[in-house]
């Protein structure tokens, strides 16, 4: 297993179906890997659909633990910083009862989880550093899990958790390991990358430190 | 390890949208490829867009269209089975696929001034196949660009139902012509600020006169609201507008859709009419009035919600054919 960059792969990808390509932002690579799915004879709907029902994940998912006071409290300042109201699909997990809600109102443990399913138009750089914020100002840390209910049993591999506090932002083991099988693990990690980091800049994610790599099956 | 990748449409795109590559050297050249694969008529240029292109691209494209409607008539009961199982998977997939690869499906092409010739509008219409929807439009943009009123009084004459892609256009852009907008409602007596759909649903009557149009026109309303048979307040609007109609006209939606009879007086729902509705539709008990359901033994829902699932179920009318519903 190498490791390689986001670059890379979409060179490493675009010459398997015969073109000398590579985007210059990740949105690009997203757009690319939509036009190039069926060379690979799969389907894009198909392939998202089969993510969701066999992992019961959304690629685009996104959980923020944080205290529940500060959000109850400060709503409106939250929101702007994670982009609750951005997002069309948005639940609060109860860790006292192991509930999910619509309304955060409902939520009676001390945390709760704040889980962005839909792309609100936030990349992860700037929710990262909107929490740093908010971790300074109130005094709390908070946990940012991308991706965080598909991990470690689907096409891939990732870890991408970050744990923030008033001190800093720091990644907790972060790496994210594609497969090349020429089919649906290699386009379907591709997918996920670039569907997770789709907001965020090349050179953005490049600053966060995950061991991204590559390995031909 | 590179791919043994076979040329096709698909393939063609990439090379032009990420190679850089040329793929069209001639217009000759290029009605031969749109012939192949008309898929490239996505990218084919605007210099090279004309009607014989056109007609090219619809009879090449119109094979592969019929081959993707039958196949998916054929696998939606299998998907459907599937779904409820959690497990989605395209039944012979690589066959969706190729055809994919090389067909335009359900995609819109930009296809100019090209659009002000009626053949080239009835041959798209005629492309879209079995499975052609009151709403949308799959293959074709229209815009006041390529909008010619003339071509389609005379196209809609040809083939009704598209007035209903007249009807969509008018309530898009109808919003945008404030002179108009008074004419209408001036004309028609709309004094309670009425929506686009509804001043577009005027328009497109003063343009088309055939029952079988208006009657399309009027369907499109319908479902346009995105009300349908289901909301009390569109049901008010599209009452108010039946009783509009003559005699005629009123026969005429209610034998394209029976559902249309809840909008009779039940005393002008004379034998004759009530025979009809009983052979032709399933909820006849519930349209009916109770004189008919007693003397032909017919069955009523026991809620709104069962008659509006036996009224999907049901295959018999124009309202069903369209997939409304």
């Known amino acids: 297993m190498k490791t390689t960059t986001i670059k890379e792969l979409a060179q490493m990808v675009a010459k398997k179906v015969g073109l000398d390509y590579v985007p210059n932002t990740i949105q690009e690579f997203g757009d690319f890997i939509r036009d190039i799915y069926p060379q690979f004879n799969l389907n894009y709907e198909s392939l998202d659909d089969l993510l969701y029902y066999t992992q019961n994940a959304n690629v685009s998912d996104i959980n923020i633990t944080m205290p529940t006071d500060v959000l109850k409290l400060h709503f409106d300042e939250v929101n702007k910083a994670i982009g609750i109201s951005e997002s069309s699909c948005v639940d609060y997990f109860d860790n006292y009862n192991g509930e999910v809600y619509e309304e955060y109102d409902n939520v009676k443990s001390e945390n709760v989880g704040i889980n962005i399913v839909e792309d609100n138009g936030y990349s992860v750089k700037q929710i990262l550093e909107n929490c740093h914020e908010l971790c300074k100002k109130y005094n709390c840390a908070i946990k940012i899990e991308v991706g965080s209910s598909a991990y470690k049993n689907g096409y891939c591999e990732f870890n991408l958790i970050w744990n923030v506090d008033t001190d800093g932002i720091y990644g907790q083991d972060l790496y994210f390991s594609i497969i090349d099988d020429n089919g649906a693990d290699l386009m379907g990690g591709l997918y996920w990358l670039v569907e997770m980091f789709r907001e965020d800049t090349v050179e953005d994610f490049e600053t966060f430190g995950i061991k991204l790599s590559y390995e031909e099956k | ?325």
């Open chain 2, 1 to 325: 390890m590179k791919m043994n990748i076979q040329e096709n449409g698909q393939n063609l795109i990439l090379e032009y949208k990420y190679g850089k590559k040329d793929v069209f050297s001639s217009y000759e050249q290029s009605k031969e490829l749109i012939k192949k694969y008309p898929i490239l008529i996505k990218i084919l240029p605007h210099k090279y867009m004309d009607k014989e292109m056109i007609m090219t691209f619809v009879k090449a494209n119109k094979e592969w269209i019929d081959q993707y409607n039958s196949l998916e008539e054929s696998s939606e009961k299998r998907l459907t089975e599937l779904a409820e199982k959690n497990i989605i998977a395209l039944e012979r997939k690589d066959i969706y696929n190729h055809i994919k690869m090389n067909a335009l499906i359900r995609e819109r092409v930009d296809f100019g001034e090209c659009m002000k010739d009626e053949d080239v509008l009835l041959a798209l219409d005629d492309m879209e196949g079995e499975r052609w929807n009151i709403l949308y439009s799959d293959y074709y943009e229209l815009t006041p660009n390529n909008y010619d009123e003339k071509i389609w009084e005379k196209v809609v004459k040809k083939s009704p139902r598209m007035a209903t892609r007249l009807y969509s256009f008018w309530c898009d852009n109808i919003g945008n012509d404030k002179k108009l907008i008074e004419h209408i409602k001036v004309k028609y007596k709309l004094f309670n600020n009425p929506k686009n759909s509804e001043l577009a649903l005027y328009k497109c009557f003063d343009i088309v006169k055939q029952e079988e149009a208006i009657a399309y026109i009027y369907l499109a309303f319908s479902v346009n609201e995105g009300l349908g048979i289901v909301d009390a307040d569109h049901e008010n609007i599209s009452k108010e507008i039946f009783k509009k109609f003559d005699d005629n006209t009123k026969k005429f939606l209610i034998h394209n859709f029976y559902y249309n009879l809840r909008f009779m007086s039940k005393e002008d729902i004379d034998a004759e009419l009530a025979v009809t509705v009983k052979e032709n539709c399933d909820i006849a008990g519930d349209l009916l009035s109770d004189e008919y359901v007693l003397k032909y033994d017919l069955e009523k829902s026991i809620n709104e919600e069962e008659m509006q699932k036996k009224c999907r179920d049901c295959q018999k009318c124009l309202f069903a054919k369209c997939k409304l519903v």
